[in-house]
Each structure stands twice: as C-alpha cells, then as structure tokens.
Nanobody, 130 residues
Framework: DVQLQASGGGLVQAGGSLRLSCAVSGFTFDDYAIAWFRQAPGKEREGVSLRSSADGTKHYADSVQGRFTISIDNAKSTVYLQMNSLKPEDTAVYYC???????????????????????WGQGTQVTVSS
C-alpha cells in the first residue's frame, strides 16, 4: 500500500524559509513522478512542483518558480521541498503524492497534475505571516 507522510511545516514570517519532507512507501521514484501539492483554505488543491520519473526533470508552477526547489533521496524514499522567500499566499496544507500525468499550462503557468488515487496521506501546515 502507498503511504505518504509530509512533515516540516510551521509558522514563518514572510521572506523566510522552510524545508518540507515527505516519506513515501509502496512505490519508488522510478515508478512514478512525485509531486508536491498544496491546498489553501477555501481553495482547490493545486500542483506546486514535480520531479519526473522518466528523466528527473523538475517542474514548478509559475507562482513558486525560482523560490521553491524539489529534490529526492532515493535511499530514504523521501521527497523534499525547499521553500525560500515565502509569501503569505504560500499559506496552505502541503502534500506529496505520486502522479501519473502532468503538463504545465504555458499561458496560466499552472502545473496540471493527474493521479490514479484519491489517497493523500498526512499533509503539513505552512503558515506565512506578513
């Protein structure tokens, strides 16, 4: 069974940094692309960043491009999200999940991600104060 457990969130001032971790099991990073999503109160869940399983390329929504970095540790089955220059609009619950299909909308800058499962596991709250 797939298990997803995100951690590392917290309260930080605008301009600060956080590093999120997500321990996964039940699949490998060679099997599936791995992505970070977030969901702010009253909003739909959105894709933030993704690492492709095919070639290791990394993709970001325009809203976080240049500020966030996704990375993996295969030995630890863990995916990370380094978040710098945080803004109040980054406040959300963050989740990691495997992804089966993705593309980036070139006009909107939105990262469109598709999954096979509705299981989200444990998210981690990030709150950025102004």
């Amino acid at each position: 069974d797939v298990q997803l457990q995100a951690s590392g969130g917290g309260l930080v001032q605008a301009g600060g940094s956080l590093r999120l971790s997500c321990a996964v099991s039940g699949f490998t990073f060679d099997d599936y692309a791995i992505a970070w999503f977030r969901q702010a109160p009253g909003k739909e869940r959105e894709g933030v960043s993704l690492r492709s399983s095919a070639d290791g390329t990394k993709h970001y929504a325009d809203s976080v491009q240049g500020r966030f970095t996704i990375s993996i540790d295969n030995a630890k089955s863990t995916v990370y999200l380094q978040m710098n220059s945080l803004k109040p609009e980054d406040t959300a619950v963050y989740y990691c999940a495997p992804v089966t299909y993705f593309y980036k909308d070139s006009r909107s800058g939105v990262l469109v991600l598709r999954r096979e499962s509705d299981y989200w596991g444990q998210g981690t709250q990030v709150t950025v104060s102004s």
